[in-house]
């Protein structure tokens, strides 16, 4: 009862997270993305693009690029407009404008195993393929599988104006190229040199810097274990030595259309042919 009436007074007081019952604004802007896909990373490179008077930090970047599950309902309303929020969510209809970021989904359960790590909520020696079966099964996080969130979004908006699909393997690759996409997306007019910048401030190496001193301020990592990083390898590809053959096998005959349409290619598994074309005729467009 008390619990109750707690919780009901802090939903009066707008004290609240209201993640997907966040109030959206028209010109909101949301970076999207399933969990360990690249959020936080693109989070500080749009941070730096659209405020380059203030560099992103792990104190900051809440406000900055506010997160709805850390912030209140109070404090995401007095934000300024336009706000760009950062989102994990499955598809909603009431987003507008969205950058959506997609990774490799089986550099995607691996990191997710070790964030999971990092957040006690399973041991080290846990055995990775067991992980991979209840991550495919999107018993890992409250947003779905990762077939089913990005599906979600591609199916329903690829094309259309106020969707910009990236790739976290193309960010890296080449991080002024695509953040010069996302400032045309964003209707910022940059320069090189602003770009570089914004690549500079948002490198691996200076976000481990960022972490080490700030770990403790930012609500998802203050919580958790100081000896595993939130900025591990920064890299793409690690699935290759890291996950054991039967978990990839898994990963890629869960989500193969999905993944060879993205231009992920796989390495066990084949596309039911029928699928693909079924895919294909759903998203209609190419990717790029």
């Given at each position: 009862m008390i619990a109750r009436i707690i919780a009901g007074t802090r939903q009066l007081l707008e004290l609240h997270h209201p993640g997907r019952n966040l109030v959206v604004f028209p010109d909101d802007v949301f970076i999207v993305s399933y969990p360990k896909s690249g959020n936080t990373w693109t989070r500080f490179l749009i941070a730096n693009l659209v405020h380059p008077e203030e560099p992103a930090n792990f104190a900051n970047i809440n406000r900055i690029i506010p997160d709805p599950e850390a912030?209140?309902?109070?404090?995401?309303?007095?934000?300024?407009?336009?706000?760009?929020?950062?989102?994990?969510q499955y598809f909603d209809p009431r987003y507008q404008k969205i950058v959506y970021v997609v990774r490799d989904p089986r550099d995607v359960a691996l990191s997710q195993y070790h964030f999971h790590r990092k957040r006690r909520l399973i041991d080290d020696d846990y055995p990775k393929e067991k992980f991979v079966t209840l991550f495919v099964a999107g018993e890992t996080s409250v947003y779905g599988s990762w077939g089913e969130n990005v599906a979600s979004w591609v199916a329903t908006r690829h094309g259309r104006p106020g969707f910009l699909l990236l790739r976290y393997e193309d960010m890296m690759e080449n991080a002024m190229?695509?953040?010069?996409?996302?400032?045309?997306?964003?209707g910022i007019a940059v320069t090189p040199e602003r770009l570089a910048r914004v690549v500079e401030l948002s490198s691996a190496d200076e976000m481990r810097k960022l972490e080490a001193a700030q770990a403790h301020m930012w609500s998802s990592t203050k919580d958790t274990r100081q000896d595993v990083p939130f900025v591990r390898a920064a890299k793409s590809g690690g699935w290759r030595a890291e996950l054991p053959e039967s978990a990839i096998a898994e990963l890629e005959t869960a989500w193969a259309p999905l993944m060879q349409w993205l231009s992920y290619e796989l390495s066990l598994a084949k596309a039911p042919a029928n699928d693909s074309r079924v895919l294909q005729a759903t998203l209609e467009a190419p990717r790029r």
């Open positions: 912030l209140s309902k109070r404090e995401l309303g007095r934000l300024p407009r336009p706000r760009y929020i950062k989102s994990h190229r695509e953040m010069a996409e996302v400032a045309s997306f964003l």
